[in-house]
């Protein structure tokens, strides 16, 4: 039997095996470091990536609320310049409003002026027609009067009535008379009408209108034409005893309008006639 001697290459060096042990331990605690700063890193990039997320949203929301801040800013200007507007208009609706009242304040204050100036000229007027009648009154008691006297005057030379208009001198009396188919006057005719013409001198204001008639006998043409000729003879000596031409007028009526309607040789007498009508002027005019 062979005695084999211990391979010394098997049994392990005491320091060897420290060394191992420590190598082991440090990889171990190297791996778990690693495993933890791995986890760190980890850790740490979740939650940036959460800040991250979270500051994204608060991004968003915030850049929401600028949109947001945005369109309330613009509709705020809008409404500060429609404010403005409606504050410039109503200023300006003010401004023409304190002028139309002004306006119309002046208007008013002219309105009254006018009124106050008509009053004053209705009062004049009323006071001016109220003169003009009591004047226009006393004119016509005036005529009256003078008419009156005249009428007396005439009435003593020919008959002579009142009329609307003035008076009436019908000459057509036994005084005076025309002769058949004449327009000449006789002389007791122009006796009677010097004493008319006498009186109507010393008168005033008034017209003369000579009526000239015929009888019934002779067409009505040449009755017209004689006729005619009988108030021109009167006017004619009228005016050469001084009574002014251009108050007086004639017209004749022929036979149309008889005094007296027969045919007996007294009453175409009466018919061949002159009427005078005296037209006062005074109270026409007055009026």
């Known amino acids: 039997m062979s005695i084999i001697p211990p391979n010394t290459a098997e049994v392990p060096n005491p320091e060897w095996r420290g060394s191992s042990h420590w190598l082991l331990a440090s990889l171990v605690v190297g791996l ?21 997320q979270a500051a994204s949203q608060r991004l968003e929301m915030l850049a929401g609320k600028q949109e947001s ?10 409404q500060t310049q429609t404010a ?41 007027a009323q ?22 006297l005249m009428q007396q005057a005439l009435s003593k030379v020919a008959a002579t009535r009142r009329t609307a208009d003035g008076l009436v001198i019908d000459l057509g009396n036994d005084s005076f008379k025309f002769d058949f188919d ?7 005719n122009r006796e009677l009408l010097s004493r008319l013409a006498g009186i ?35 006017r004619d000596y009228f005016a050469k005893s001084g009574i002014p031409p251009e108050i007086m007028t004639t017209k004749g009526f022929g036979k149309s309008s008889p005094r007296v309607k027969a045919k007996s040789p007294e009453a175409r007498e ?9 037209v006062d002027t005074v109270i026409k005019y007055a009026e």
């Open 182 to 188: 004449k327009a000449t006057l006789r002389p007791e």
């Open 127 to 148: 006071q001016q027609a109220q003169n003009a009648r009591e004047e226009l009154e006393q004119i016509r008691k005036a005529r009256e009067e003078e008419l009156n």
């Open 69 to 78: 801040l945005n369109t309330d800013l613009r509709q705020a200007r809008e």
């Open 200 to 234: 109507l001198l010393v008168s005033h204001g008034y017209r003369l209108h000579v009526y000239g008639y015929s009888d019934d006998i002779g067409t009505d043409e040449y009755n017209q034409g004689l006729s005619e000729r009988r108030a021109q003879a009167v």
């Open 270 to 278: 009466k018919n061949r006639r002159v009427e005078i009508g005296i």
């Open 32 to 52: 778990i470091l690693f495993l933890l700063l791995c986890w760190f890193f980890w850790a740490r990039l979740r939650w940036n990536e959460a800040q991250l």
């Open 84 to 124: 403005r507007e409606q504050t410039r208009a109503a200023e300006e609706r003010a401004a023409k409003s304190e002028l139309a009242q002004a306006q119309a304040a002046k208007e008013a204050e002219q309105a009254q002026a006018a009124k106050t100036l008509a009053d004053q000229q209705a009062q004049r």
